[in-house]
């Protein structure tokens, strides 16, 4: 594998994939891991779909799936779950340059 795509390793696919809507008609989903790779590949590259690698599959399934689960909340879901899987955090830091206050506060 090249080391510019991003693949989905096995323990976060697993934890993702039993989130996934299994409801799919007509012609047969593309396997999940690679499109969802691409998915990612192209969200953290801020590229365009079209320039989205051949490995992940065909171009247009990546856009397609990305907004069609988008539509039915899939995505919204899912990072709901898998954040509140862990517990609330130890610690809290707060990044004090983005804090607006005025100075008499």
């Not at 989905?8 to 499109?35: H, I, M, S, W, Y």
Request: overall charge positive.
């Amino acid at each position: 594998m090249n080391r510019n795509y991003f693949w989905l390793t096995e323990e976060p696919f697993l934890r993702l994939q039993a989130l996934l809507p299994t409801d799919a008609r007509g012609k047969p989903r593309a396997d999940n891991r690679p499109v969802i790779s691409g998915i990612v590949h192209v969200l953290r590259s801020g590229g365009r779909w079209v320039d989205a690698p051949h490995v992940y599959g065909p171009r247009m399934a990546l856009y397609n799936r990305l907004v069609r689960w988008a539509a039915k909340g899939v995505w919204a879901d899912n990072l709901h779950k898998l954040a509140s899987a862990g517990g609330p955090p130890a610690e809290v830091l707060i990044d004090s340059s983005a804090v607006k206050a005025h100075r008499c506060a």
